[in-house]
């Protein structure tokens, strides 16, 4: 049996889009209104208020009406302006590609980079930071989701905040799926979406703004107004009485209020367990079939994604493409410089259930074993059971 | 990490209520029309000509608007008459469960037994038969669910042709798995819904009748009539022109119409054969850990069901609740005299997916070490997995 | 223009199956789960516990699961013995149909008849049980659908209560639009479903329960047993540590949820006053067109259904083909001795909406209009508005 | 009665977002699949190509992900350079709001406006074209939202053809609601999106490119690359071997496909009368009861949208707020210019049905009335139903 292209397959264990909480399709398909019809603007107003202590931000998010790429052009555009000086943290392909974005608008990128297999060193970037003492924007990843791994967000936060540099981090990934917030990581921007482990399809971004980001936007001459790139145009579209810049993407937002509910019912603490249980009985399931993660150190890998290395002669769209077709199972290629060296299994909101870790391994080890790298499934599925018996029996 | 009765599970593996499509789901949250809408109307017969072809009984099926529990009491009292002496086969449960409803219109019931394990031998029917010329109507029931067990249907609904009874055939929960029809069965009154490998929700019936069985109910003066167990009632029913007895389910038949879609757009030997591969690797699996299945022969194991027979010592009912609190995947029980002897794993429409067969062994070995009774899952999950990819090889 | 018959109707105006609330369509979308899976053998206490408080009954509600015709089947069969004289009132199609019902199990059928266009009188109801002292259960329809009009139950239950003999009372189309409960209507057996007033689908079946009539079905020896006729095997199934006696309709039961949701949350109160307000509106702009209504007296007439007398020389059923042809409105035929003789405007669920009522009189106007009937629909609609706005300007 | 505002309205006529169709919101509600997948690729490019014979431009029509304000200021930046001199063609609210986005990378704007009741004359185009031979790109709006008003886009078009400039038109409100397409308006650049007269929800743009508009966007120094605004970087990105520039937003893609089926099976043309009918049937209305269009001319009144002038004396905001309070019905309000001077009545999509004029005009005529402005409603109702059986019977 072969899951032909155009068969459904059975489940989806990417890293975004991810399939979305059945409660959040519902959500989708309630009734559109008005943007300006009063249940409508409750409706708005409720969902940022609901993100906000979940996004801990000065100020309360700011929803933009497109995928995190918009929010991302968007912030680089926004605050930084042709005086600043960017620091760069390129641990991974979306920082550097953060680059682009930012160099449209900035005096000079400095960029401390480290291979993309690696994370950042908050010691680095106070070493960086007090080399360049005119760097005025620090841009960050916190999961450079191509690499899987997860940057020191909190601590480099704190450098950033000691030098006075504004913290743009991007953290798309990874919110929603672990602990991180504004707050905690000192983010000035703090750029996310709910397309990752809040389990939404893709189609909004949602941007916690500090106070001080709030006054650097303002004042930087170059910040898009009356533009789809403008965040000022939206800074105060969630309250009731203010009017939308544009028409806000309203199915999209009725299916953000279900994913804020799921989330907020089952604890994000409860969520977060459960994406890296997730994490941790798939990478024993890896390593237990003699495979390597694509992070040095176990420590930098991500609990919402779980980056594979390709094994030597194997190719890697043909082991995704084996998987797919024998058991009916999607998982992520590598992006630019990972493309062709990495999968990458996600574990990201409703993916993120252990038992997906075993669907995982054993999707992937048989489809290696097919193509002739043979590789001992059952200790892998075993050392992923182990992993997630061991947290239970723990509890 | 344990999954709370509160939460949501992961994976329904079960014999019935199974998942639906997603498809179906979508079909269920159609608009209602009323009923006599030309628009509900035709949808209405064409429900029931596109089941034609499926079905393949003699005259177009017919809907019953409550799960088969009721096709099956409305098949009773409407085939069977005072005068009637009927041969009931059983080889389970639900055949043994059949003797209560026939018996309450029937002169007498005759009984052939097997144990529960075992399935019924036609060359024992043929006998019975002999012993027993005024024998009018045969009872059997195709998949005998609290079993796992498949009737040789063919085989036995050709003895009965030639002996000149009716034929009463229950195939609710095989129909849409496997290779099953009115015309194959020699099925005078084929009994099935829409509720299992269909993969729609509890709620509806389908019934195909020969032009014999409707002549037989016409002419049974005890036959319900103005009842909620009318088959007669309902003969020309899916007729756009002719009137409904009372409401139809308007949603459950929106989700049969998507149902049957998807059911003829995969094909139905593509459908059944991701049912027997399912099956299949669940069996190769649960023996390689040393389980013992529930039929006293592989042959005789459904393609719909994987019955496990519960090793001595373990509680049944706490060993799926340890599946469902370990990994969120829930398994069915036994019934009546099976039940806690044996758990069941489904493979119905949409979990009949190979794949989850390697969650349920993981899952069912996971918890079964859990609970004491030490199993080698990785050596379960490389066994369902070489069945899988042995199948895969041969394409 | 023309709406096909294969084009969808714009509005449904009918006494049933009625359109269903949006969000009502998203709960039957919800995850089918198995049945005796702790998270549904929750929802299902749970629903049949927030019935509780809206039903009054004396115990808490039982569901059927089919539609309300079942239960009024089971009802009869149950409550009904050999024994029982039952005086049947008949003000109606509906009540009439319930004596062929009870009079498969009861020693006599005792009729209270007046004209269809009437309602019963309680003190008739009084003399009947004096001149009969041995009648042991009453049997109204509070709502008799295909008239239109509304039975006084509550005195009637009053009466009935004083004479000793238990109440069943159908309240199909009214529960939900109005105030009416198995307590103010002294009912011992109350009949209802979700798919009138609430909004759903039609599937299920409400029943109210007094310990009288739980004794009396308990000691009834003809009262159905594992049958779907009965209702004595499902008094505990909705605790949820009690088995169901065969599986439930799932995902009507999730629809039902969120129908009750819907219903709490707007508040019983308010949603009664929308549908009478939009009955008032509708029967003055009937009125104001010179057309007749069914009912005798304006004081009997439904608040959830406006029944209108055909003028002379229309045909019927060419007046709906009209209403749907030009306007793409759905309104319901009369039934049996009402069928030709009156239309049926329903106010039910998510189209009691006053506006609604413009619609219905503008579309039946404009049809009767081109079949040659001509009225003022100017005036129809103005007046239909005038009562909307005189609610409104009462605030 | 009252609906308060956070009752759910009964009917949203406005001028977008619109509700969406029920098959458009089941559409939205299906699983979430990686935007990789092939089954998903060969869903986009079918939609893609879906799209084609519609929008009749002379490539693959493209998506921009989010709503059309993306497309509009893509397309500005795209398609005009530093060199460009742009002819700006001023009807009302939106075209003038073009001119802020031509604006940041023209050359120069000249504009050729006229009063917002009016429409663009065709010869007026052609002496300004004559008058500035150095126009390269000439922009219009076919639909000025905001003025319920058409400008003849087809001979604007010719002219602008003759001249040899490009021509970038905004359709979006007025595609999919009555005849337009890329090649009748001569467009390079036809910018439009489902989310008015398809029935979908605002997420997403449509863009039909000629050979030509590709060739300047191409050959512009200044077109957006790795951008959110950039149209080049989505050009093959219809084609399944293609990759993304970045996610798409998959679940309001699976919405467009159930519209624009919905769309070719009820038949272009049928939709387009439906459109046209409704909007003669509400004009009639208005127009019976003393009220004013807002267009000068009723031959520059829109099919998809009624724009009445605010009487003298009524606040334009409580008119619309009694107009929902009183029945449930949800007008729009003007914008810019137009706000506070007229109210606009959508016909889009799912609410282009003839009967909802009716309900228009009640609601509006009853909200004036109870304002203080008496209107005769009865005759505005009257009027409606008359243009609509005018239009049946000519059938």
């Known amino acids: 049996m072969r899951y032909a292209p155009s068969d459904s397959p059975v489940l989806t264990l990417t890293t975004g889009p991810v399939d979305a909480y059945p409660a959040v399709l519902r959500g989708l398909a309630s009734p559109v209104l008005y943007d300006y019809d ?171 703004v500090s106070e001080r980001a709030w006054a650097k936007m303002e004042a930087n001459p170059s910040a898009p107004r009356a533009s789809i790139l403008s965040i000022l145009d939206w800074r105060d579209a969630w309250r009731a009485d203010r009017p939308f810049p544009f028409t806000p993407s309203v199915a999209e937002v009725n299916g953000l209020e279900a994913a804020i509910d799921l989330y907020v019912t089952e604890g994000p603490e409860k969520v977060w367990a459960r994406h890296a249980l997730t994490a941790r009985a798939c990478r024993a399931g890896i390593l237990a079939m003699g495979l390597a993660l694509w992070p040095a150190d176990v420590a930098f890998a991500s609990p919402t994604t779980t980056a594979v290395r390709t094994p030597e002669g194997i190719d890697e769209a043909a082991l995704r493409g084996e998987v797919r077709a024998r058991y009916g199972v999607v998982l992520s290629s590598g992006r630019g410089a990972t493309a062709g060296r990495l999968t990458r299994i996600g574990h990201m909101g409703p993916t993120a259930q252990p038992i997906h870790a075993v669907v995982a391994v054993a999707a992937f080890g048989g489809a290696l074993t097919a193509l002739g790298h043979r590789v001992d499934v059952g200790a892998g599925v075993a050392a992923a059971l182990a992993v997630i018996d061991a947290d239970r029996d723990g509890d």
Request: proline letters at 7%.
């Open 38 to 208: 009063p249940l409508f603007l409750a409706t708005y107003q409720r969902v940022c208020e609901k993100l906000a202590p979940l996004v801990k931000s000065q100020t309360v998010p700011v929803l933009l009406h497109g995928e995190p790429v918009l929010a991302l052009e968007a912030a680089a555009a926004s605050l930084i302006g042709r005086d600043d000086v960017v620091l760069n943290l390129v641990s991974g392909v979306y920082a550097k590609g953060f680059e682009g974005r930012a160099g449209r608008s900035s005096a000079e990128i400095v960029e401390l980079a480290v291979p993309y297999d690696q994370v950042i060193d908050p010691a680095a970037v106070a070493e960086a930071l007090a080399a360049r003492p005119d760097v005025t924007v620090v841009a960050a990843c916190h999961h450079d989701t191509p690499s899987g791994t997860i940057n020191p967000i909190a601590e480099i936060g704190a450098v950033v905040a000691r030098h006075g540099a504004l913290f743009l981090v991007d953290t798309v990934s990874s919110f929603g799926g672990m602990a991180i917030d504004a707050e905690s990581a000192h983010a000035d921007l703090f750029v996310t979406g709910p397309n990752k482990c809040l389990g939404c399809p893709p189609g909004l971004s949602i941007l916690g």
